[in-house]
Each structure stands twice: as structure tokens, then as C-alpha cells.
């Protein structure tokens, strides 16, 4: 410690030593920031993402989901499953005040929503009471705003998907009072989605089917018998609704694989499923991609302050090559001239890595505190949500990745001392005291 303090004789010596404890510090706490918030990030967005959509998202095939009831019951009893919810989803145009953008519908009973604590808890405005017989819908505040409406509004939704005529299909357009207004937490579902209950979306987008009922007759009807053709036969059948497909949720998210065979065995009728890992691949993969490009590129500054820590030494052992000589003659062996170098050189990087892990965690546990204080110091928006997709900065320290960064830190530094030290060991103390 004694060759680190500054004095006069050997102050530079001491400066770069200071500035390369300075680099260690700077790069461990950059690294752990950095990989926090991008941890934060990956885990919020997944957290959003399967807060709405399931594990899996199942389709029916060869016939229409129209036991999705029983389907849900039977998918709820396999291990591992913590909700099944069916709803119906199509795709249509919302008009407000004066502005008109393309949404999301997705119908939902309120006993679907209940299994949801990420929608269930969403409204800022209005509730869920009665929503199954409301007439209502419901939007994301992103939404409203753009469509200037609040509660009590109404908004227009129209589809193309409407009743066939003889000339055509024609759009199916109707007017809903907004009854909640959501805050969902990420700016592509606030933007997006509306949700109406799910029996107001199966007659808007008519996904039923009117069948007789059992025991009735077919009816033929002559065109000529204009009594019958006045008649009401309504009571001689019955609506059959149906639902668009069915999501999933399970305990762990990565048992998908392992879940996948025993729920299709239990819905009891052919579906195709769909994992969240097939449906967002590319997404966090790219994710994945750039967490580690960004370890490797912010891990150079580390192994510049190392060679810094090599330099420093080079330096200290040139300046120091009386002193080894001296205690080369009382009997001092190479090893333990090594030891003294290794030790001080490594005691750069362990106060470095320390520093940069207080500093690191500090800024890492208060990242979004430090973004919105920021934000309001300089007048700029960091980390806009309509880019970043979120509303906050999120962080989230990983201590597996915490111990790899300051293990990276300390075995850098440990190994910059090795070449410096070696050299001072091969110092001839004759040599060094006859030009020393």
C-alpha cells in the first residue's frame, strides 16, 4: 500500500494508479446498470405481454369452438395450469371525435377477466361491476385520448365482416358507450385493445351458429303458403355461440414444451397450440442478442482499466528497482517479490470492483428515480414509452449476473498483474544497485 500513496518522487505513479481504480469502478458499475436494466426490461415486457396473452393460445381445428366452456373446465384440471380463459378477437376500425384508428377487439366475461389480476386491476376510470350485461367497452387511456373520448362516450366500431346480401358483404358498424378506460402498462395494449363482454363481441362479429333445437323438425316452407311464411320460428331453434381460441397460463412460463401433450390430451378435442416462445421468437431473441453484445462491448472497459493496472505497474517496478534489489540481497526470494506486485496490483482492481459494485447497485435500484430526475433536469424525455413500449424504466439485478461481472472484474485485474510482477522477479540485484 505503501508503493500506491502519493509522494512527491512517485506521484505520477500514484495518479494512474487512481485513475485506473477509477475505470475499474466506472466499468463494473456501467456493466451491472446496464445489464439490470435490460434484465428489468426483458422481465416487464414478458410480465406485460403474458399478463394478457397466455402460455399458449390454442385454435380449434376440423370444427367450431363451440364447447369452449367444457374445453376450459377440463384444461384446468391438468398440473401445472393456473387459467384457461376463452374470448373471441377480431380486427376493426374505432372512431371517436373527429378520429378513427384500427384496434384490437377482443371479448371477455367477467369470469375471464378475474383470472387476469394484470387486466382486472387495470381501469382508472369507470369498473368491472356488471360487465358482463353493460353494453359497454372498455380501452386503453392511450386509446381514449386518441380517439377523444372518456367514460360515458361513445365510440363507433366497424368491421367488414358483416351480413351477406345479394350484393356483397356488407361492414358491420355499431355504437358502444365506453364504460372503463385501462391503464395496462405498455403502450402497444393501451393503444390497441378494446374489450368488450363476450357476448356482445360473438353477436358483433356473429360467431354463432342458429341450429333447431333437438326433437324439432326441419322446417321446409312452401313459398306459396303465405301463412307460414308469416309465422315465427325462432322458438324451434336454438343460437350456438362460439369462441375465437382458448389461452393457457401456467406456473412457469419455460414448462411449455413439457405441458404441451398432457393439456391437448385433456381439452378432448383437436386444437393447435401455440407457445409464447413461438410467437414472440424473434422478439427476445433479438433481446437476447443485444444483452450480450452489450455485456461484451461495455466488458472493454474493464480490460482497458486492466491494461492501465499492467502500465501503472511496468511503471512502479522500474521506479521500485533499487528497493527489490535491496531485499533480493537480504534474502528476499523471486516468489515473494512477485507476491508483493500481484498484491498491490490486484488491490487496484478488488477497490475498483467495490467501489463500482456500491455505485452500480446504487444506480441500478433507483434507475427509473434517476431517469425522471434527469428527464426534468435537462427538459428531454428519456426512455419514451411510445419507443421503449413501457411506461417506466425497469430494473431488475440479477445477482447470477452481479457475481459474473465482478468475478470478470477481479480475474482481469488479477491476471494484468501477473506480466509486471514476473518482470520485477527477474530484476539481478547487482545490476539494479550498480545503475540504481
Not at 244 to 269: H, K, M, N, Q, Y
Not at 284 to 293: G, I, K, N, S
Not at 370 to 381: N, P, Q
Not at 410 to 425: D, E, I, N, Q, V
Request: charged residues 20%; glycine residues 8%; aromatic residues 10%.
Amino acid at each position: 500500500m505503501r508503493y500506491l500513496r502519493s509522494r512527491r518522487r512517485d506521484a505520477f505513479v500514484s495518479v494512474i494508479a487512481a485513475l485506473t481504480l477509477a475505470g475499474i469502478a466506472i466499468g463494473v458499475a456501467t456493466l451491472i446498470v446496464v445489464m439490470s436494466v435490460m434484465g428489468g426490461f426483458r422481465a416487464q415486457l414478458l410480465e406485460k405481454i403474458l399478463g394478457l396473452n397466455g402460455h399458449f393460445t390454442a385454435f380449434p381445428v376440423e370444427s367450431r369452438l363451440t364447447d369452449y366452456d367444457e374445453v376450459v373446465s377440463r384444461i384446468e384440471t391438468v398440473d401445472g395450469v393456473t387459467a384457461a380463459i376463452a374470448y373471441v378477437e377480431g380486427q376493426a376500425l374505432a372512431s371517436g371525435v373527429g378520429t378513427s384508428t384500427g384496434v384490437s377487439v377482443r371479448g371477455m366475461d367477467f369470469a375471464s377477466i378475474s383470472k387476469l389480476p394484470a387486466l382486472l386491476d387495470a381501469p382508472v376510470l369507470g369498473g368491472w361491476d356488471e360487465w358482463d350485461g353493460s353494453g359497454g367497452v372498455a380501452l386503453g387511456h392511450r386509446l381514449a385520448r386518441n380517439l377523444g373520448v372518456s367514460i360515458g362516450d361513445r365510440i363507433t366500431i366497424i368491421t367488414p365482416e358483416g351480413a351477406v346480401t345479394p350484393f356483397g358483404r356488407t361492414p358491420q358498424m355499431r355504437s358502444f358507450p365506453v364504460s372503463v378506460i385501462l391503464d395496462l402498462g405498455m403502450v402497444e395494449f393501451d393503444s390497441l385493445f378494446v374489450f368488450m363482454p363476450l357476448q356482445a363481441a360473438q353477436d358483433y362479429f356473429r360467431l354463432y351458429d342458429d341450429v333447431l333445437r333437438p326433437g324439432t323438425a326441419p322446417i321446409e316452407l312452401d313459398p306459396l303458403d303465405f301463412d307460414a311464411l308469416d309465422k315465427d320460428f325462432s322458438d324451434d331453434y336454438e343460437r350456438l355461440y362460439q369462441a375465437s381460441s382458448i389461452e393457457v397460463f401456467l406456473d412457469d412460463p419455460d414448462a411449455t414444451e413439457t405441458l404441451r401433450r398432457p393439456i391437448a390430451e385433456a381439452a378432448g378435442r383437436p386444437l393447435v397450440f401455440y407457445s409464447w416462445q413461438q410467437r414472440n421468437q424473434t422478439f427476445f431473441e433479438a433481446l437476447q442478442v443485444e444483452r450480450v453484445v452489450m455485456f461484451a462491448i461495455l466488458s472493454m472497459i474493464i480490460l482497458v482499466a486492466a491494461f492501465n493496472i499492467i502500465s501503472s505497474l511496468v511503471m512502479l517496478v522500474k521506479d521500485k528497482g533499487t528497493d527489490i534489489a535491496v531485499l533480493r540481497t537480504m534474502g528476499a526470494t523471486r516468489a515473494s517479490i512477485m507476491r508483493i506486485f500481484c498484491v498491490t496490483g490486484a488491490s487496484i482492481g478488488f477497490l475498483g470492483t467495490a467501489v463500482g459494485l456500491a455505485l452500480g447497485l446504487v444506480i441500478a435500484a433507483n434507475a427509473e428515480a434517476l431517469r425522471a430526475w434527469v428527464s426534468d433536469v435537462v427538459g428531454v424525455a428519456l426512455f419514451p414509452p411510445d419507443v421503449f413500449f413501457l411506461s417506466e424504466l425497469p430494473s431488475r439485478i440479477d445477482p447470477f449476473e452481479v457475481f459474473f461481472v465482478l468475478a470478470l472484474s477481479l480475474g482481469l485485474s488479477f491476471l494484468a498483474t501477473l506480466y509486471p510482477a514476473w518482470r520485477a522477479a527477474q530484476y539481478d540485484p547487482v545490476e539494479a544497485l550498480r545503475y540504481g
